[in-house]
């Protein structure tokens, strides 16, 4: 078993007002429109699920999965899409939902793939950023917390599959 502890960073509590916040700026700028939220699996799950209940707006979601890690904390600086979009994304207003940018290289990378595509917007949100560790720049629309250089857990979020459970967002020591 995984005899690692993790201490809470952001409570279940802190957690709710910032996505209520979150849910509030997007609902604003979404009005009227159709989204289609693309959640990246598996890290950002849980918060899209508190996310989208928030939200009365005609929203869609889709799923797709990209590698960048392998059981180990640091990125592989190697990213693939492992799962791809069931969806059409063309003229579509589509917001990416992510769990944490940390170098970047995993977004830089999916959101210059989708614009390919030619949505008719494409934005961001992300529940954590790791700005500290940047190596590409990554522009956030919606953010949750910024962290710092340490290893977050919970919340969804996963060291080699453990702690996805933890109802608050911890630091892995
Ligand atoms: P990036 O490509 O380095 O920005 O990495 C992004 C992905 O790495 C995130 O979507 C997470 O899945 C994972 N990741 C980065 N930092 C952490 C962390 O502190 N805890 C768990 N996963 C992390
Ligand atoms: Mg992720």
Same mark, same amino acid.
């Given at each position: 078993?995984?005899?690692?502890?993790?201490?809470?960073?952001?409570?279940?509590?802190?957690?709710?007002?910032?996505?209520?916040?979150?849910?509030?700026?997007?609902?604003?700028?979404?009005?009227?429109?159709?989204?289609?939220?693309?959640?990246?699996?598996? =890290?950002?799950?849980?918060?899209?699920?508190?996310?989208?209940?928030?939200?009365?707006?005609?929203?869609?979601?889709?799923?797709?999965?990209?590698?960048?890690? =392998?059981?180990?904390?640091?990125?592989? =600086?190697?990213?693939?899409?492992?799962?791809?979009?069931?969806?059409?994304?063309?003229?579509?207003?589509?917001?990416?939902?992510?769990?944490?940018?940390?170098?970047?290289?995993?977004?830089?990378?999916?959101?210059?793939?989708?614009?390919?595509?030619?949505?008719?917007?494409?934005?961001?949100?992300?529940?954590?950023?790791?700005?500290?560790?940047?190596?590409?720049?990554?522009?956030?629309?919606?953010?949750?917390?910024?962290?710092?250089?340490?290893?977050?857990? =919970?919340?969804?979020?996963?060291?080699?599959?453990?702690?996805?459970?933890?109802?608050?967002?911890?630091?892995?020591?």
């Amino acid at each position: 078993m995984v005899n690692k502890q993790p201490s809470i960073l952001f409570s279940q509590q802190e957690i709710k007002h910032t996505v209520v916040r979150l849910a509030a700026e997007i609902k604003k700028d979404y009005q009227g429109k159709h989204p289609l939220f693309i959640s990246i699996l598996k =890290g950002s799950f849980v918060f899209l699920a508190d996310l989208i209940r928030q939200l009365d707006l005609p929203l869609e979601v889709d799923f797709v999965k990209v590698s960048s890690y =392998g059981s180990s904390k640091e990125t592989s =600086g190697k990213v693939k899409m492992v799962q791809g979009l069931n969806t059409p994304i063309k003229g579509r207003d589509v917001l990416v939902v992510e769990d944490i940018v940390d170098t970047g290289l995993t977004l830089s990378f999916l959101l210059e793939h989708l614009q390919k595509k030619k949505p008719a917007s494409l934005k961001l949100c992300a529940l954590a950023d790791k700005p500290s560790r940047r190596q590409v720049p990554v522009p956030i629309d919606y953010l949750g917390f910024t962290v710092p250089d340490k290893f977050i857990v =919970g919340y969804g979020i996963d060291w080699d599959e453990n702690f996805r459970y933890l109802p608050d967002i911890c630091v892995l020591d």
